[in-house]
């Protein structure tokens, strides 16, 4: 599939489908628990084969896992029953020892259940493109050496603290090109922490080494998507920019209406439903609401605008309002003919 021609087609189309960031709220669907499906491949794609059936999405969006990376270089998770695994206790406690940190190989700890989860993915869904995700650099940095410390360590050891994110930015291009040689249609690279640096830190720390993956992976059969759900982003969009990706994706931590004009028209930018208070702890009219005002108020106006869920949507989320959702998205569209 040519991704390129698909995202011009996605910004020509007077009525767009959405791209939320919807997979764990598939473990309803198959009776299974979050911890069992970050763990087994055949799971994931179950869950994510019962998720494309259920709604008309624009792309099937794999998991969303921050701990896989970061478990690859021997950190240890957490893993519970109802959530997303998470990093135990820092790595790394000295950056001085980031020298001797070996960058691990592709399909090691559960990097490789992942991509087989997507392989087979690939061949469960094939009406809509199927996007693989991963952490960001920076991202991945700050769970190796403790995310409150991340942005401290840049000021106390800028040097090593670069060495780090060199060999998570050369450990994090092998795991994506093992994506997209199985077939992948594109990666949402998710840089969240990146959102806790000022604009000067993140042109430093994060914008080199996301451009550096990115200009290493894209094609014109393969996407880059960025996420970042800092509430910092607002002022960070020229470095966000300057990546290189080929469309942006943003959190509910911001306000779109300071988003959007700062996006070049022909650049897509996707956002921005709070998955919590919205998809989780909402109401299916209290949905439509939140649709048509995001869509209707501030950024239905911008054919580059895609609207999307912040984040990614937790495994909680009722059903009724994920369908209310899809619903209220076409309802809007339709009310403009």
């Not at 998770?77 to 020892?97: G, H, S, Y």
């Not at 994110?165 to 994506?179: N, P, W």
């Not at 594109?186 to 994060?206: D, H, R, Y």
Request: glycine residues 6%; proline residues 5%.
């Amino acid at each position: 599939m040519n991704m390129k021609k698909w995202l011009d087609d996605l910004k020509a189309s007077d009525e767009k489908k959405t791209m939320p960031i919807l997979s764990f709220p598939g473990t309803q669907l198959i009776g299974a628990d979050v911890g069992q499906v970050c763990s087994d491949s055949e799971l994931q794609v179950k869950m994510m084969k019962a998720v494309a059936d259920r709604v008309d999405s624009l792309a099937a969006v794999g998991l969303m896992d921050l701990s896989v990376e970061a478990e690859c270089f021997g950190a240890k998770v957490v893993k519970q029953p109802d959530d997303v695994p998470t990093i135990r206790e820092a790595l790394i406690t000295d950056l001085e020892t980031v020298k001797d940190l070996a960058v691990p190989e592709v399909g090691s700890a559960r990097s490789g259940i992942y991509i087989e989860g997507v392989e087979k993915l690939l061949r469960a869904v094939q009406d809509r493109p199927v996007f693989a995700g991963c952490v960001g650099p920076f991202s991945l940095a700050g769970r190796l050496t403790d995310v409150s410390e991340a942005m401290i360590l840049c000021y106390e050891d800028p040097d090593n603290m670069k060495l780090l994110l060199e060999k998570c930015t050369q450990f994090l291009i092998s795991y994506v090109k093992a994506y997209k040689q199985i077939g992948a249609h594109g990666i949402v690279i998710a840089e969240p922490l990146a959102g806790v640096l000022s604009p000067a830190l993140a042109e430093e720390f994060s914008e080199p080494y996301v451009r550096m993956l990115a200009d290493a992976v894209k094609s014109d059969e393969f996407l880059v998507i960025y996420h970042n759900c800092g509430n910092a982003v607002n002022r960070m969009i020229p470095s966000i920019l300057r990546t290189g990706c080929d469309a942006y994706h943003f959190g509910n931590a911001v306000d779109m209406r300071e988003i959007m004009p700062q996006i070049p028209q022909e650049v897509v930018a996707m956002g921005n439903i709070d998955p919590v208070s919205a998809f989780k702890d909402g109401t299916p009219s209290q949905m439509r609401e939140e649709v048509f005002k995001l869509m209707g108020d501030l950024c239905g106006k911008y054919p580059n605008f895609v609207i999307s869920s912040g984040c990614d949507i937790p495994a909680a989320a009722k059903w009724e309002n994920i369908d209310a959702y899809f619903a209220a998205v076409r309802e809007y569209y339709r009310s403009q003919k």
